[in-house]
Each structure stands twice: as C-alpha cells, then as structure tokens.
C-alpha cells in the first residue's frame, strides 16, 4: 500500500514543472502524474512577472492533473531560496545527576535543551529557515554519536546545519502558488531534495557533492561521515551559457540555445580549430551563420568552469578538506550539456558522473532521471514527514532534526 501521493512544484527559470507521485511499501517512488510549461515571469530563480508566472504555474498543474486524471488539491514547493546558504551552529548542556556522585545520563529533556540551544541560529531579517538539520551529537569528548539518551556525561553537545534562503524570494513563491489557487503545503530546498534522491548511505559516509544545474539557478549538497556538511545555491545556470553564446557569436537566443545542445561541449579542444559548425537559418529573419567549434567551445568551457568554480569555493568555505571519496553527481538539465562531467571531474579533481534517482517507476526513459531528481526527492521527503508523525516522542524529535522537517 503507497503513502498518500505528493504534488511536487518547481517554478524554475526555463521550465515550470509539476510531478505527482507516491512512495510505495517497497521503497520505489511511483510517479503517477507529470505536467510541465514553459516558464515565464521567472529569471535568476526569482520571479520578475507575477502574471506570467501564475500563468505558467496553472499550465502545469493543469498538465500534471490531466495526466493523472485526478485533481489536485495541495502542491509542495521545491525552491533555490533566491540564493540559498547553509550555516553551522552548536548547542551546549551541562548534565546534571540528581544524586551528585556519578556521571549523568542523557535523558529526553536534556536532548529538547541543547537541539533548542542549537536551533537559536541569528539570521538577517530578510533571510527565512527552510531546514535545520543535525550533524552530531557529542558527550564530553567522545566520538560523534546519533542517539545519545542513556550516555552518560558531564556535557551534551549537538552540532547543527541551517539552511536558509532570501525571505523575499520564498514568500513570493508561496504567493504564486496561493495565486493559482492551491494550497502550498510546504517550501523546501531543491538542493537538499535531489541529494535525497541520488544519494545513497555509502556515499553519505565516504563523501559526496551533488550539483543540480538549472536554468537560472545551480544548487549543491555536500555530504561527509553520513550528514549534510555544506548546502547553498546562486543565481547562474545553464541559461547564462546561452546568453553567452547569443552574445559572443552574435546570434538569437533560440539558435544559441539550440547549438549549445546540439554541437556545444564544456571542453575545448584545439584539435578542433579547423571543424566549423553550420548554424541554420530561422523564421525570426536569422540568416544562419557558420562557426567554428573551438570558439562556441570556449565560451562555453569559459561559463561552465565558473560554475564548478563558485560551488567549490562555497563548499571550501563551509567545510574545507573534507574528502569527496564518493565523487561528484550532476543533476538538473545542465548536467546533460556535452563534456559537462569531463570538466567537473577536471575542477573537483575527483569522479564525476549522473546522479540517477533509484527505485523510481513511471518516467518513461532512464535519460530523464537526472532531470526529475529533485521532485522525486521531494516526494521521498514528504513520506518521511508523515512517517515521522508516527513515531513516538523521542523517535520524532530525531527524526525531524535528520530530514530538516522543522521549518521556522
């Protein structure tokens, strides 16, 4: 029997895309619903045109419920949180023995007071929490533990990750969704989600670095010794390489866009200085042009390395030397551009490859995975929630401090 289905939202700069879809006894997301439109009233991640925007929104939900043959009634929102960051903070707690002549041990208030400690993050006033995660729980000087009730101690630490995004920018989202209208039953980071859903605990352990390349946006997640270390986003994606090429090569947008795909590649290769590439003409009165490739190649090799480049320098800053033993995984329609993990292998010095969400039914190619990983983590997401809300006291605590599932 399958959870009760999710409606997952992404308003991204180039696609406005809707996925339904469940989490069934075995494990296996089930998607049974996929709209999509293309987006308006959206650049850099941000909204820019309201009208358009809910346009777009309505398109795509309307696509997605016609696909399903059933309504929908409440959409979660996945979202780069108009630039994203990630902030680390601790709590401390002296344990207090009521007998005084032995260590203490942990009970359920001493975990509620340093989780409370830890939680109290100061942020800007027009920065908003989309998720608060736990790291580690510590006892004294001991190894990193997950579950320290019944330690004994003289000190109860919790190391914790907040992930936060422009007030601004989530609150518009919300009200595009409410606009529609359809009840937005929650905003959480796109990045986060589609680490969930192509990340699996090995790679947690040894180290990984998921990158979601989108239009507008790119996401990452970084995950070491089996917790998120290090999570952000920045308004350049894939649409800027075409704004590149338009530019440098002085052609449309559409064509750009088009020989970016067909014939671009994230390398340059100066075996190519005599290969030209025949761009066609266009109804839009484009002529055509020919060009070379070694040129096209550079000023997409020049876009793309400063997109590795930012999350490498913010994943350095967050947490430096922390060893990426599992690699780099590339999602989001950026992924798919030609020497794309060729170049981020060069940049990160370590593997990199496609991040394919596992146990997935219903996209009808295996190529489509990387595309859809967020949504599929977010559906993966929102069944934990609800599995949390099952648990006992002491077991729902913890479990809403490891999926993020307390929202301020």
């Known amino acids: 029997m399958a959870l009760e289905a999710t409606a997952v939202l992404e308003i991204g700069t180039s696609t406005v895309r809707v996925i339904v879809g469940e989490l069934r006894d075995d494990g296996f997301v089930s998607v049974v619903g996929i709209g999509e439109a293309e987006s308006r009233g959206i650049r850099k991640g941000e909204i820019i045109n309201r009208d358009d ?144 859903a192509v990340v699996n605990d090995e790679q947690k352990k040894a180290g990984v670095l998921v990158i979601d390349i989108g239009g507008g946006t790119t996401d990452f997640a970084l995950y070491h010794d089996g917790f998120l270390q290090a999570a952000g986003s920045f308004a350049v994606g894939g649409d800027h390489v075409s704004n590149d090429i338009a530019v440098g090569l002085q052609i449309p947008l559409a064509a750009a866009e088009s020989v970016k795909k067909k014939d671009g590649s994230a390398l340059t290769n100066l075996m190519e200085r005599d290969h030209n590439i025949s761009i066609p003409s266009s109804t839009q009165g484009f002529g055509g042009k020919m060009v070379r490739a070694v040129t096209l190649n550079t000023i997409i090799n020049a876009r793309m390395e400063e997109i590795f480049t930012l999350v490498k320098e913010q994943v350095d800053l967050q947490c430096p030397n922390v060893p990426l033993s599992a690699g780099v995984l590339l999602v989001g329609g950026g992924a798919f551009l030609n020497g794309a993990r060729d170049l981020g292998q060069k940049v990160f010095n370590v593997p990199c490859m496609y991040g394919k969400p596992s146990d997935v039914h219903g996209l009808s190619s295996a190529k489509e995975a990387p595309l859809y990983a967020c949504h599929v983590g977010a559906i993966r997401y929102a069944a934990s929630l609800r599995t949390v809300e099952e648990k006992p006291p002491l077991g729902k605590r913890l479990l809403q401090l490891f999926w993020g599932g307390a929202h301020e």
């Open 53 to 196: 925007a809910i346009a777009c929104v309505r398109k795509a939900i309307k696509a997605a419920e016609e696909n399903r043959r059933k309504g929908i009634q409440s959409i979660m929102l996945v979202t780069s949180g108009g630039q994203a960051l990630a902030k680390k903070s601790t709590g401390m707690h002296k344990l207090v023995d009521p007998s005084d002549n032995q260590l203490a041990e942990v009970v359920e208030e001493d975990v509620d007071e340093v989780v409370e400690l830890a939680r109290k993050v100061a942020l800007p006033e027009n920065r908003m929490k989309l998720h608060t995660l736990q790291q580690y729980f510590q006892i004294d000087d001991s190894m990193n533990v997950t579950n320290p009730i019944g330690m004994a101690g003289e000190e109860l630490r919790v190391d914790m990750l907040t992930i936060h995004g422009k007030r601004s920018a989530v609150d518009n989202f919300r009200k595009i969704v409410d606009d529609v209208p359809i009840t937005c039953s929650d905003a959480v980071f796109s990045g986060l989600c589609s680490a969930i």
